[in-house]
Nanobody, 127 residues
Framework: QVQLVESGGGLVQAGGSLRLSCAAS????????MGWFRQAPGKEREFVAY????????YYADSVKGRFTISRDNAKNTVYLQMNSLKPEDTAVYFC????????????????????WGQGARVTVSS
């Protein structure tokens, strides 16, 4: 029933920008924190960014801090990831995910703390 659909991926040059969107349905969106993860070829899925249910609190991986911005529009049931100053190392499939209800805060940065996932949006950054 819960569905997350990512959009906005594509090919960009290093230094460029891209905005990913994730449209959610099948849940009371405004009551859930959301996260973005990414998975590069041959690597494990890694945490990228987190936003609280109301949008006031955010957390970022060190690798993207200062370049990426997570935000949400609860009226549109959508979470965004604005990616600026993109690097080839950012190339990955980016996944939107719903933060688990009542999860321990220690799982904020790992995939196991997010029970619902989108299918992913591919981002390729060329050099």
């Amino acid at each position: 029933q819960v569905q997350l659909v990512e959009s906005g991926g594509g090919l960009v040059q290093a230094g460029g920008s891209l905005r990913l969107s994730c449209a959610a349905s099948g849940l009371t969106f405004s009551t859930y924190a959301m996260g973005w993860f990414r998975q590069a070829p041959g690597k494990e899925r890694e945490f990228v960014a987190y936003v609280s249910s109301g949008g006031s609190s955010t957390y970022y991986a060190d690798s993207v801090k200062g370049r990426f911005t997570i935000s949400r529009d609860n009226a549109k049931n959508t979470v965004y990831l604005q990616m600026n100053s993109l690097k080839p190392e950012d190339t990955a499939v980016y996944f939107c995910a719903v933060r688990g209800y009542g999860e321990n805060t220690r799982t904020r940065y790992v995939p196991t703390g997010y029970p619902y996932w989108g299918q992913g949006a591919r981002v390729t950054v060329s050099s």
